[in-house]
């Protein structure tokens, strides 16, 4: 079991740094919705989009 642990330590993807949606394009908004996040991450971005009003 130990094996699938040191892959994923070796790819990185513990390591996935946290979006901000503030810095980001609508472009790249747009494409976080294939995206897995976080509630919080999820918030965030819904905030953001509201902002820019993209979405109601």
Not at 27 to 42: I, N
Not at 43 to 50: F, G, N, P, S, T
Request: charged share 40%; proline share 5%.
């Amino acid at each position: 079991m130990s094996k699938p642990f040191e892959l994923i330590d070796d790819v990185g993807l513990a390591d996935v740094p946290k979006i901000n949606p503030k810095s980001m394009t609508d472009e790249e908004l747009a494409k976080l919705r294939f995206t897995w996040l976080s509630s919080d991450e999820q918030d965030a971005v819904l905030k953001e989009l509201e902002k820019r009003n993209q979405v109601k």
